[in-house]
């Protein structure tokens, strides 16, 4: 029986769904200090993303969780952080929260129904997601810049004493949040 399962919630999961899976099984079986958060802590999906500009050769694995258990894993998220990340060396990870967009009410979609909520509006999603990428890291400002040729630039600017800690990882960080933005910015 495989003993990684009950941490994914995919029905047919990747290789990097298993990897991490089985990383966060061995966590709960080995390590004392995370052994009992760990325990109830499940998945829904885990892919690699090459970072840009290294040429392919880092890479960061992004683990999406349910929504209901951000809140445990952000009181575990440093620990955890750091030992999967000696378990897959030269990896960084990051974890975020598996949200919905609701679309906007049209008229072509109008029905007898509640309000749509702001946290289910893409800019709240948007902001949201940028918030779990960084999580560890308080920000402090945002600006967006507008190019003559119609681009956009999200500049973000992190706490002080969080920016020494996140230095090494902005490359990272900036690629996952291109990756799961394409549409956007």
């Known amino acids: 029986m495989n003993t990684w399962r009950k941490k994914v919630l995919k029905k047919q999961p990747s290789g990097t769904d298993q990897a991490v899976a089985q990383a966060l099984y061995d966590l709960e079986i080995t ?26 050769s880092k890479k960061v694995i992004v683990i999406v969780v349910p929504y209901i258990l951000l809140n445990r894993y952000h009181k575990v998220q440093h620990l955890l952080v750091q030992n999967l990340e000696k378990k897959f060396s030269g990896k960084h990870i990051v974890i975020i929260a598996q949200r919905r967009i609701l679309p906007k009410e049209t008229r072509l979609n109008r029905k007898k129904r509640q309000l749509r909520p702001r946290s289910r509006t893409l800019t709240k999603v948007h902001e949201s997601i940028l918030d ?53 910015w």
């Not at 499940?42 to 290294?54: D, Q, S």
């Not at 945002?142 to 600017?157: E, P």
């Not at 020494?164 to 291109?178: C, D, G, H, I, R």
């Open 31 to 56: 390590e004392n200090e995370l052994q009992s958060e760990v325990k109830d802590l499940y998945l829904v999906n885990a892919t690699e993303v090459p970072v840009a500009g290294t040429g392919g």
């Open 132 to 184: 779990d990428i960084l999580y560890p890291a308080e920000i402090v400002r945002k600006q967006v810049h507008y190019g003559l040729d119609g681009s956009k630039t999200l500049q973000v600017q992190l706490d002080a004493k969080d920016q020494t800690n996140a230095e090494s990882k902005l490359q990272s960080y900036s690629t996952v949040y291109k990756k799961l933005m394409a549409s956007l």
